[in-house]
């Protein structure tokens, strides 16, 4: 069985400063990590992915990654947040043979202005 | 930009009606997702389509039933809904094995 801990519901941060939205996973099988943003009333949309390689993944907007085993953590950060990053964040591990996601709780990051 | 479309954005109807969701997709996707979401934003996979057929069928209710006509469509009936069953429904599509473009939701009340 997969499971998805979002440890932080809120994150509070002020535009410009760095932020570390923490992942952790558990899943025996291949691993596929993916990151998802939602802004208010919105879709998901994903900003980057993880399956092997480089453990330090970039994605859209200045958005990485870093995966690692030993911890089972995927975080995700960004070094200078702008308030148009105000969303939930969802990470997502794909499991199973049926390309089946399954979703954290999500973290709210609020960026002050 | 939008290439996975949903309608309607909102729907609200009463306790034991039969509601339909409607999502099309232009990315040339063979496979096609629906999602729930609840009001505390938690997100569960509900059914998945590959090249229109049932691959992913999640424990939800019987009276929830996807239909799909062909690779870039999929709907989601519901009958006799539930005020449980008040939530937003996310479709998504992908190509087999890569990530997901969701859409941007219908929002069903219940009353």
């Known amino acids: 069985t997969q499971t998805v801990s979002q440890s932080d519901a809120h994150v509070t941060v002020f535009e410009g400063d760095s932020v570390e939205l923490r992942c952790n996973y558990s899943?025996?099988?291949?691993?596929?990590l993916s990151w998802y943003i939602q802004h208010h009333g919105r879709g998901l949309q994903f900003l980057l992915k993880?399956?092997?390689?480089?453990?330090v993944v970039q994605g859209v907007n200045g958005f990485k990654a870093e995966f690692s085993k030993s911890d089972s953590s995927f975080h995700l950060r960004k070094a200078s947040v702008h308030w148009s990053d105000s969303a939930v964040y969802f990470c997502?591990?794909?499991?199973?043979?049926?390309?089946?996601?399954?979703f954290g709780a999500g973290t709210r990051l609020a960026v002050c202005p | 930009e939008t290439a996975v479309f949903q309608t309607p954005n909102y729907h609200v109807t009463q306790v034991g009606n039969e509601v339909s969701f409607n999502c099309k997709q232009t990315?040339?996707?063979?496979?096609m997702y629906w999602y729930k979401q609840d009001s505390k934003k938690l997100l569960k996979i509900m059914f998945s389509?590959?090249?229109?057929?049932?691959?992913v069928n999640e424990t939800v209710p019987r009276r929830f039933s996807p239909q799909s006509s062909d690779k870039a469509h999929l709907n989601l009936r519901i009958k006799s809904v539930e005020p449980e069953d008040s939530a937003v429904y996310l479709c998504?599509?992908?190509?087999?094995?890569?990530?997901?473009?969701f859409g941007p939701g219908t929002r069903l009340t219940v009353l």
């Open positions: 997502a591990v794909r499991s199973g043979s049926f390309n089946k996601l399954t």
């Open positions: 990315l040339g996707h063979d496979t």
């Open positions: 899943y025996g099988g291949s691993i596929y």
């Open positions: 998504a599509s992908s190509s087999w094995g890569e990530e997901q473009y």
């Open positions: 389509y590959n090249n229109k057929q049932l691959i």
């Open positions: 993880y399956y092997s390689g480089n453990p």
